[in-house]
T-cell receptor, first 110, second 116 residues
Framework: DQQVKQNSPSLSVQEGRISILNCDYT??????FLWYKKYPAEGPTFLIS?????DKNEDGRFTVFLNKSAKHLSLHIVPSQPGDSAVYFC?????????FGAGTILRVKS | EPEVTQTPSHQVTQMGQEVILRCVPI?????FYWYRQILGQKVEFLVS????????KSEIFDDQFSVERPDGSNFTLKIRSTKLEDSAMYFC??????????????FGNGTRLTVT
């Protein structure tokens, strides 16, 4: 099931700089999209979401952009902090379930 | 902040044995879910549950799996006869509503199931 893809397995960023995590999807029927963060030995924690009818949603240091024509979304974290180091999952919602991407490991170096 | 709790954190069982994974969802949530993540693979949807019945299930959720809400607080996943390939991290989740952007899923910390 390749409906949601995160093509970068890992990303390394300097503290204070911007982190950009990318996600592509294939199913145009998804109604909204989410980003989750996951630390080792913990479950995914909800970060931010965006409706399929919007192109941007911002919450503090986190901004999600949606490009429906390209079926692409991205998560921007600025400024990045060492505590942001985690696995980030993109997920897409279809009625009653989430379809997850494979995740991107973000490392923020101090 | 209220959270989803799962027990046990790690369960080891022999192939062919039955296991029950337990979850206590957030108290005012109405929709409950099980997901799993096999080591090195994606988080995969197993089943959603609302109003004491299954709303949707994936092809993974075959006759070996069942879910139950035996009382007002617990939500369980039973695997009747475990196989080696059932080894995974199992995540329980809950939400106030389903399919609504302002009602995201809240996940527990997972139960690591190891089938030997």
């Amino acid at each position: 099931d390749q409906q949601v893809k995160q093509n970068s397995p890992s990303l390394s960023v300097q503290e204070g700089r911007i982190s950009i995590l990318n996600c592509d999807y294939t199913n145009s029927m998804f109604d909204y999209f989410l980003w989750y963060k996951k630390y080792p030995a913990e479950g995914p924690t909800f970060l931010i979401s965006i409706s399929s009818i919007k192109d941007k949603n911002e919450d503090g240091r986190f901004t999600v952009f949606l490009n429906k024509s390209a079926k692409h979304l991205s998560l921007h974290i600025v400024p990045s902090q060492p505590g942001d180091s985690a696995v980030y999952f993109c997920a897409a919602s279809k009625v009653n379930k989430l379809v997850f991407g494979a995740g991107t490991i973000l490392r923020v170096k101090s | 902040e209220p959270e989803v709790t799962q027990t046990p954190s790690h369960q080891v069982t022999q192939m062919g044995q039955e296991v029950i994974l337990r979850c206590v969802p957030i108290s005012n949530h109405l929709y409950f879910y099980w997901y799993r993540q096999i080591l090195g693979q994606k988080v995969e949807f197993l089943v959603s549950f609302y109003n004491n019945e299954i709303s949707e299930k994936s092809e993974i959720f075959d006759d070996q799996f069942s879910v139950e809400r035996p009382d007002g607080s617990n939500f369980t996943l039973k695997i009747r006869s475990t196989k080696l390939e059932d080894s995974a991290m199992y995540f329980c989740a809950s939400s106030v509503e389903a399919g609504r952007q302002n009602s995201p899923l809240h996940f527990g910390n997972g139960t690591r199931l190891t089938v030997t």
